[in-house]
């Protein structure tokens, strides 16, 4: 734990909370004093999306801010707008107002902080990073001073003054530069700036912090800079000041012992209460009221952002949803060649009606052009998951799945209630998905396309690789530990895991070890990419997202993963590889060679009595879905006899299912050896198709507003949680609400 500032004292009661606690620090044995001020804005503070450099999710420096009193709170990770999605939920979550921002990095200047006023300057504010991303590999930033004058229209400016600012600035400069800091730099950024600037003063409990801040304030009067207080703050509280040096060894690829001065001095970065900054400060009110000023000016959300779909997948004289009927319509007379029947009719009236009212027309219009483009390449593709229960994608041919056989639930897929937007996955061959997504960079350009990003975090295993080596254990004992951390499903596991390999979790060095690994669990270690997912935008994209070079020539990734597009409600299209189509392709050549029959995944012959014959006897190496050991022991113990009975059968093989122990009830209620019963008729329109037993998420989304009063939204939130197992700690905040909703309903214990 960091030493408290000199002349604070930590009290007992602080020293023994939990790592993860989200409270406010007290010092002096005492809560802190009620804010002298009517608010703070700090206008300086990482995130851990800055990767390595910050120690403190979104989530915890908003709800430790909101404990402070703080009017805003600025997020201005390096040269990256990665977590911003991230603090803008946490933001809403708290209360406490996000300034959206990044901290930007030139090679030829100072660091500075830049926050759009408007969505022109975030507009601004992403190019300004793509253009630094884009001119280097994957992974870097090279911005020069000319790039930040060039789009600085729109940006507020703040300048951190600090010892360490200095320093590091030294250590980048290039030859030939001037090294003075912050003297000159201050006329040069007022000159390309304006009235749209200030200087941060960040004092940490230096020896001469006085001296230091009075020759700021004279240096700014001289310059015609306003100057604001800021803390340069890395995480939420000064008990992940250990974690800060940990993920600072990481960054540095290097143990702890060997940083030396690559390390904070102390554990200052954190939020302050608000009459603690006025004290370091020397009393001086104006500098933390000017803050407010700031984040007055500061007022772009990225509630504001609207994502646009290109022009050109709708033809001249034609609004989208029009060309999206029509295009429905036909492929409906298609489908159905003897005539559309009725039911078919409602459900695409339903659907149509659906769409235009979400104005997800231009959505379902982007993956049919996709197709359509496979499709006259020859290349087999095929919508997979909740797309099948579609009738619009089956029109279009997305999918191949009638919903005139199936028991379709288009709301699983869009729904009102949630507003979730949709999420059409398309296999394509492997071989050939290649071709499809140099399509969609030919059609749009690198300007107006680009992959997603995916986020790539901190589980067990890795957390405690990088901890053993940032801790200096040895390459033996890592290694051990690594070995029992395979599978680890909740923290409550980690203890006995590190004392099987090897660490006594009570010793001094296992509970620091194990506090580490707790807080490292879920924290970004860096960002790759989607395997397939695009998106697509009418304007250049960088004024979306960041867009930096994907390690692949010719491509590109924008800075946000898959969450933070479903987060602010816009959309992706995963165009992902199959190689079982490939497969599948070959034997249609093969059947119209040999036998002068042309078959598509839509016409094969359905429930073909011989297949399922076949299938029952679990002759089915290489088909597809039922072809790994677990799947051919269950075939013959479930027996299918139809398309429904498959559906069950790839859904009950499954770790849900499995360990949720539904696969034996079911088979027992199958083979008659069980009676079947429901708790109410409610649950009862839920289960019935399965035989009471639970197998699908939309039944579980079902279940839990049926027989435990969550509303849809929450449902939702469960489904996601349930997709995201492996993530510790995820699905458990559900489990009280289930429970007490259930029993609250009448439900058994048992039940």
Not at 105 to 112: H, I, Q
Request: proline share 6%; with cysteine; charged share 25%.
């Amino acid at each position: 734990m960091p030493d408290p500032p000199p002349g604070k004292r930590r009290t007992r009661a602080t020293q023994a909370a939990s790592p993860h606690q989200l409270t406010a620090v007290h010092y002096g044995g005492a809560a802190a004093a009620a804010p002298v001020l009517p608010g703070y804005a700090e206008l300086h503070c990482r995130t851990n999306y800055s990767f390595l450099e910050g120690a403190s999710h979104a989530d915890e420096l908003f709800a430790q801010a909101k404990l402070l009193g703080y009017s805003a709170l600025a997020i201005t990770d390096r040269n990256s707008l990665a977590g911003i999605v991230r603090a803008h939920v946490a933001a809403k979550e708290s209360g406490v107002r996000l300034i959206v921002g990044a901290e930007i990095v030139p090679e030829d200047g100072p660091a500075m902080a830049l926050l759009p006023v408007n969505r022109a300057g975030y507009g601004r504010l992403s190019s300004l990073i793509t253009a630094g991303r884009r001119r280097v590999d994957k992974g870097q930033c090279r911005i020069l001073m000319s790039d930040v004058a060039d789009y600085s229209a729109d940006l507020y400016c703040c300048l951190p003054l600090s010892a360490e600012t200095r320093l590091r600035y030294e250590r980048r400069c290039l030859p030939g530069v001037s090294r003075n800091l912050p003297e000159d730099t201050l006329l040069t950024v007022r000159a390309i700036f304006g009235d749209r600037c200030s200087a941060l003063a960040e004092l940490h409990g230096g020896p001469r912090d006085g001296e230091r801040l009075q020759r700021w304030l004279l240096q700014c009067q001289q310059a015609g800079l306003p100057i604001v207080a800021a803390n340069d703050v890395h995480f939420h509280s000064p008990r992940r000041r250990a974690l800060q040096d940990v993920v600072t060894a990481i960054r540095n690829r290097s143990s702890l012992q060997e940083l030396g001065h690559e390390l904070f001095p102390n554990g200052e970065r954190h939020l302050k209460p608000v009459d603690e900054l006025l004290a370091v400060f020397g009393g001086r009110r104006e500098l933390l009221e000017r803050t407010l000023q700031i984040a007055e000016q500061c007022c772009f959300s990225l509630s504001a952002l609207r994502y646009e779909y290109p022009e050109e997948l709708v033809p001249a004289g034609l609004q989208p949803v029009e060309h999206l009927r029509n295009l429905t319509w036909s492929g409906a007379s298609e489908r159905y060649p003897r005539g559309v029947p009725e039911r078919i009719r409602g459900m695409i009236r339903h659907e149509l009606s659906l769409i235009e009212e979400l104005h997800y027309e231009a959505y379902f219009l982007t993956v049919y052009d996709l197709v359509r483009f496979a499709r006259d390449r020859g290349i087999l593709c095929q919508g997979r998951g909740s797309a099948a229960n579609s009738v619009v994608c089956f029109c279009l041919g997305i999918t191949s799945v009638d919903p005139g056989r199936i028991d379709v639930l288009f709301e699983r897929f869009v729904s009102r209630e949630r507003n979730e937007a949709p999420d059409i996955d398309v296999d394509f061959e492997h071989e050939r998905r290649e071709e499809v997504l140099q399509y969609i960079f030919d059609r749009y350009g690198r300007d107006r396309a680009g992959m997603t990003g995916a986020v790539i975090s901190y589980r067990p295993r890795s957390a405690i690789r990088d901890i053993g080596r940032a801790m200096a254990l040895s390459a033996d004992a890592v290694d051990r530990l690594a070995g029992q951390l395979e599978h680890v499903d909740s923290e409550e596991q980690l203890p006995v895991r590190l004392q099987e390999g090897g660490l006594d979790p009570e010793s001094l060095l296992g509970r620091r070890i194990l506090d580490l690994l707790k807080s490292l669990l879920n924290f970004p270690r860096h960002l790759s990419q989607h395997p397939g997912g695009m998106v697509m935008s009418r304007g250049p994209l960088s004024e979306l997202v960041p867009v930096e070079n994907a390690a692949m020539p010719g491509r590109t990734v924008i800075q946000w993963d898959k969450d933070d597009l479903d987060a602010l409600g816009l959309l992706k299209v995963d165009c992902l590889s199959l190689g079982m189509l490939s497969c599948i392709r070959r034997a249609f050549d093969l059947v119209e060679r040999h036998h002068d029959r042309r078959l598509t995944l839509a016409n094969v012959p359905s429930e073909d009595p011989e297949v399922y014959e076949m299938i029952s006897r679990a002759d089915t190496v290489g088909v597809f879905q039922i072809e790994s050991r677990a799947q051919m022991s269950m075939l013959p113990r479930l027996k299918p006899r139809c398309y429904y009975d498959l559906v069950i059968e790839v859904a009950i093989v499954r770790p849900g299912p499995i360990q949720g122990q539904m696969v034996h009830p079911y088979l027992r209620r199958r083979a008659g050896e069980e009676a079947v019963s429901y708790p109410n008729e409610e649950i009862a329109a839920v289960l019935h198709k399965t035989l009471g037993v639970p197998i699908f998420q939309e039944q579980a989304m079902r279940l839990a507003v049926v027989a435990a009063g969550f509303t849809p939204g929450e449902a939702d939130q469960l489904r996601r949680a349930m997709g995201a197992w492996r993530r510790t700690g995820v699905i458990e905040k559900f489990r009280v609400k289930l429970l007490e909703g259930m029993r609250h309903r009448g439900m058994s214990e048992e039940y």
